[in-house]
């Protein structure tokens, strides 16, 4: 390759680490929201304090991207409202606390994936989960703030894993107090739970169907309590047990 050629190609690549550790200490404007690290504690006053990571809009949008899987910085640079500074500084917090890894690959041009870390699962999880009992006290929802049990249990799936050989589709459905219900499908195989795109019309094995404030405190704690449940019992409830470990944990 030409000495041209080369230096395109390193044009090309991913940011290092380095580069995103540089960008990340730049001074960068204070903006209303910003993550602060100030500890909480759930509102069921169980479990450790997690740090205020999601009360940034560009910070949640960035770790809701990465609940589904990892992401390159240039994949992540095409989120809405997501801009390249914006993008190197609030990885390099993420990282800092522990919520947020990264891993090189070994071709050339260099890529560097992000993902995050089952320890940040499991803090983010907590956070949205306290920030859903906050809302239902306040009976509103701010701007930018999706607290949905969908969201919820992405972050949680990678590390919920259920004592049970049994495999299936699981469909749970939210009631919110507007009336609106959520539905989210989950696919369980191998001790394992994947949020599912299957179609709706794909019959379930067991369906669960709840108000907002049964589904918080089901996973609290890891049972079926206050939850209607129809279908294989015993794979729902090794599925909730599993939410509720990894919430826990």
């Given at each position: 390759m030409s000495s041209t050629g080369l230096e395109l190609a390193r044009k090309r690549r991913d940011p290092s680490d380095e580069e995103l550790r540089g960008a990340a200490s730049a001074r960068e404007p204070a903006a209303e929201g910003r993550a602060t690290g100030a500890p909480r504690e759930r509102a069921d006053g169980r479990g450790a304090a997690a740090p205020r990571v999601l009360a940034d809009v560009r910070t949640r949008t960035i770790v809701l991207a990465l609940a589904d899987g990892s992401r390159r910085p240039s994949e992540l640079e095409q989120l809405r409202g997501i801009v390249r500074s914006t993008l190197f500084v609030r990885l390099g917090e993420l990282r800092a606390l522990g919520i947020v890894t990264?891993?090189?690959?070994?071709?050339?041009?260099?890529?560097?994936?992000?993902?995050?870390?089952?320890?940040?699962?499991?803090?983010?999880?907590?956070?949205?989960?306290?920030?859903?009992?906050?809302?239902?006290?306040?009976?509103?929802?701010?701007?930018?703030?999706?607290?949905?049990?969908?969201?919820?249990?992405?972050?949680?799936?990678?590390?919920?894993?259920?004592?049970?050989?049994?495999?299936?589709?699981?469909?749970?459905?939210?009631?919110?107090?507007?009336?609106?219900?959520?539905?989210?499908?989950?696919?369980?195989?191998?001790?394992?739970?994947?949020?599912?795109?299957?179609?709706?019309?794909?019959?379930?094995?067991?369906?669960?169907?709840?108000?907002?404030?049964?589904?918080?405190?089901?996973?609290?704690?890891?049972?079926?309590?206050?939850?209607?449940?129809?279908?294989?019992?015993?794979?729902?409830?090794?599925?909730?047990?599993?939410?509720?470990?990894a919430l826990n944990a």
């Amino acid at each position: 390759m030409s000495s041209t050629g080369l230096e395109l190609a390193r044009k090309r690549r991913d940011p290092s680490d380095e580069e995103l550790r540089g960008a990340a200490s730049a001074r960068e404007p204070a903006a209303e929201g910003r993550a602060t690290g100030a500890p909480r504690e759930r509102a069921d006053g169980r479990g450790a304090a997690a740090p205020r990571v999601l009360a940034d809009v560009r910070t949640r949008t960035i770790v809701l991207a990465l609940a589904d899987g990892s992401r390159r910085p240039s994949e992540l640079e095409q989120l809405r409202g997501i801009v390249r500074s914006t993008l190197f500084v609030r990885l390099g917090e993420l990282r800092a606390l522990g919520i947020v890894t990264s891993a090189r690959g070994a071709e050339f041009p260099l890529r560097v994936e992000y993902r995050l870390s089952e320890s940040g699962r499991r803090s983010l999880a907590n956070e949205l989960l306290i920030e859903r009992q906050e809302r239902r006290k306040l009976a509103r929802a701010g701007p930018g703030v999706d607290a949905a049990l969908g969201s919820l249990l992405r972050l949680l799936a990678p590390v919920s894993h259920p004592a049970t050989d049994r495999r299936g589709l699981c469909v749970l459905v939210e009631r919110e107090p507007s009336g609106q219900t959520r539905t989210i499908r989950l696919r369980v195989e191998d001790r394992r739970v994947e949020v599912s795109e299957l179609a709706g019309s794909v019959e379930p094995d067991v369906r669960f169907s709840a108000a907002s404030e049964a589904w918080e405190e089901a996973l609290l704690a890891g049972g079926t309590h206050g939850l209607r449940m129809v279908g294989d019992l015993a794979l729902g409830r090794a599925v909730m047990a599993a939410f509720g470990a990894a919430l826990n944990a």
